[in-house]
């Protein structure tokens, strides 16, 4: 029996009077409602702040300083002796042409949205670029000069990898313009014609990574997965494709995980980086003729993770990973020995690439103290008097501001024990620790700590720089700790595994394991904890403040997975089954159950912590809709979630005044999280 409490002011009215006054009354509740939500959403542009509170002036102003950095990405030599390279002076990064060292960097590109990989070609520039985000790249090509840009492709799929042959004349990509789906591999003219499939997939995901000298072959990669890759070369002109079967020459004949490669400058051979499916990669030449290998790096136990080749064949050049810092070696292979580096500074190196005369290298480099900027390495041949050495030069210097009269924090590496055990010991969990170079704030014994953990899951939290982390150390006063939790890459292929499938909640343990640690030390506050992560780092943060939300104050979700199943149900097709190797099949009624039991969606109800979820609208990787079911449902058991959403942005937030707006509600939501208990 269902009885109905009726206020006194309409006792004795009929039941039909009643029934009005009760309708009158519900609309007029929904009318409320509706008033109130709307007051907590606000527009700003392209943003959306769902009940967010207007940020104080004043943490906009204490912030701006900071997020006035800029970097610069090192991208190609020019003819006449410049370089090319990427940087922001407005809204997002653009190409810039740099005539000489810290000479004035000259804008090329001038689009609302930004610029990523760029090549030289014979005639121009090419380079890639999406739509808000949405990664369908296409590719683009414009005068070294700057001016008209011309479109490559169909300006709708996806498209990337491009490589451009050696007389500059053909440019190699993937697209998966033939059925949205699979990612084939397409060459064309760059000054005219059409495209022309070359390689369909059927399930593969192929990727072109180099030209042969003399434009005949194309050397391609198909990767199944972190842990499993093969290379094949491909006949430009008839289509036939020959697999390489590097795993013969090892004694173990499980999957193999490549990295970079490239033909050598006789087109005889093949360099390579592969762990050969032992545990670290290492440096490998493949030999076309006899299909022998050889290894070029037999003592390192860390992993090769890049390497470029001269074209002329006379120089190798190669990063190794070591425990999360780079080192760079330059081999003669004439001489068969190592060049000397000379001027260049310790830190993180990319896009390593020789000049056509293959005298000079260049790169981009930065550490946890240092933006991002432009380097070449000048290679001179040994004397009577000296040996053969590289003399490091710097080609920019990017503005730094308020940072410049700031003591930064180096993070320190730390190993934690975790709860299981590997030779009878416990096993150690690498992090990076920042920790202010101040003590704690007036009336504070210990430091409070974010964690902030990577996506990936095959990922790796390095010693970069960010701005951001630094302001968090140094002007908030937190220590901020990035795990490499279980399932990271870098320290070995059976560590990259740990996490797969029905395993994925050890790397949640790992966290859990991290909080243990952080009780135990006299400098940590264990009361003020926060957690943070993106993408698959969303989802661990989701999944500690289910597991460990006793011991958190918050956290923070950017464009994380909350449910597995309706992820790899929505997630772009052309990533579901390179997910599906990851996280399980999600077809399979037992792994599906699996997924939705572990997943954080299915355990909202305890996540009773303060939230705050970030999201792309045009997230092709973890859609938007992950979010939403998460702040929905969340929301519905009473907590308190802060939703930040952005119509032009995709898997992250890439132009600068999205960053601005994020980093402030982020700030805003720690100082809210302050007066939690």
């Known amino acids: 029996m269902t009885t109905t409490c009726i206020h006194p002011r309409y006792a004795g009215k009929t039941p039909v009077r009643w029934a009005i006054v009760a309708v009158l009354l519900s609309l007029l509740g929904q009318l409320s409602t509706s008033s109130i939500s709307h007051a907590q959403r606000r527009e700003q542009g392209p943003l959306i702040f769902d009940q967010i509170p207007p940020v104080p ?46 000479a004035a960097r ?56 491009a490589q451009i042959s050696f007389d500059g004349k053909q440019i190699a ?20 014609g059409t495209a022309r499939l070359l390689v369909a997939g059927q399930g593969q995901t192929w990727q072109p990574l180099d030209w042969s000298r ?102 190798l050049a190669y990063v190794v990973n070591n425990d999360g810092f780079d080192e760079l070696y330059i081999r003669d292979l004439g001489a068969a020995q190592d060049l000397l580096v000379r001027g260049l500074p310790k830190g993180l190196i990319s896009n390593l690439r ?52 700031r003591l930064l924090s180096e993070p320190v590496i730390v190993r934690y024990p975790t709860w299981d055990r590997v030779r009878l010991k416990s096993r150690e969990i690498p992090a990076l620790v920042y920790t202010p170079t101040t003590p704690p704030r007036s009336g504070q014994s210990r430091y409070p700590v974010i964690v902030d953990i990577h996506g990936g899951p095959e990922s790796q939290a390095r010693p970069s720089f960010s701005t951001f982390t630094q302001y968090l150390v140094n002007e908030l006063g937190y220590v901020v700790i990035r795990p490499n939790v279980r399932g990271s890459t870098g320290y070995g292929r059976q560590y990259t595994l740990l996490d797969n499938g029905k395993l994925r909640e050890d790397a949640v343990r790992d966290i859990g394991s991290l909080l243990v640690w952080i009780a135990a030390q006299s400098n940590l506050n264990p009361e003020q904890v926060v957690i943070m992560g993106g993408s698959y780092g969303g989802y661990m943060t989701l999944a500690t403040l289910a597991a460990y939300g006793d011991r958190l104050r918050g956290g923070i979700n950017v464009v994380g997975i909350s449910n597995f199943v309706t992820f790899l149900e929505s997630t772009a097709d052309y990533r579901r089954d390179l997910r599906r190797v990851e996280y399980g099949d999600e077809r399979d009624p037992q792994i599906r159950a699996f997924l939705q039991r572990i997943s954080p969606l299915n355990r909202a109800q305890m996540i009773r912590r303060p939230l705050l979820v970030v999201q792309g609208l045009n997230d092709p990787r973890v859609p938007a809709s992950e979010s939403e079911q998460l702040v929905a449902r969340a929301r519905s058991q009473g907590n308190e979630v802060w939703y930040l959403a952005a119509r032009d942005e995709g898997h992250g937030f890439r132009k600068k005044a999205n960053q601005e707006a994020y980093l402030q509600t982020v700030v805003a939501f720690l100082e809210r999280l302050q007066t939690t208990r």
């Not at 790249?137 to 492709?153: N, V, Y």
């Open 173 to 192: 990509f993937f697209s998966n313009a033939r059925n949205g789906r699979d990612q084939d591999i397409y060459v064309r003219d760059i000054d005219g």
């Open 354 to 405: 020789f000049d056509a005369q293959g005298k000079r290298l260049g790169l981009a480099l930065e550490s946890a103290t240092q933006t991002r900027d432009v380097w070449t390495l000048t290679l001179q041949e040994s004397t009577p008097q000296s040996p053969a050495f590289a003399e490091a030069q710097r080609w920019t210097r990017s503005e730094i501001g308020v940072l410049g009269s």
């Open 214 to 315: 003399d434009g005949r072959q194309l050397l391609l990669r198909n990767f199944i997965s972190v842990t499993e890759s093969e290379l094949h070369i491909v006949d430009v002109t008839r289509g036939q494709l020959r697999r390489l079967t590097l795993g013969k020459e090892s004694q173990n004949n499980t999957s193999l995980a490549i990295g970079a490669a490239g033909f050598s400058a006789d087109d005889q051979g093949i360099w390579l980086v592969s762990d050969l499916g032992g545990e670290f990669r290492h440096l490998h030449y493949f030999s076309l003729l006899d299909e022998r290998l050889r290894t070029l790096t037999t003592d390192l136990t860390w992993d090769v993770e890049d390497l470029a080749i001269d074209r002329n064949g006379r120089y």
């Open 106 to 161: 000259e804008q090329l590109t001038f689009g609302t949205e930004p610029v990523a990989a760029a090549r030289t070609s014979a005639s121009g520039i090419i380079f890639s670029r999406d739509d808000g985000g949405n990664e369908q790249a296409q590719l683009w090509q414009t005068p070294r000069q700057g001016g008209a840009e011309q479109l490559l492709t169909d300006g709708r799929s996806r498209h990337g990898s």
């Open 57 to 102: 002036v004043r943490i906009q102003q204490q912030l701006a300083p900071w997020l006035e950095v800029r970097s610069a990405s090192f991208q190609d030599f020019l003819p006449g002796g410049g370089i090319l390279i990427s940087t922001r002076f407005g809204n997002v990064s653009q190409l810039h042409r740099v005539a000489a060292p810290l």
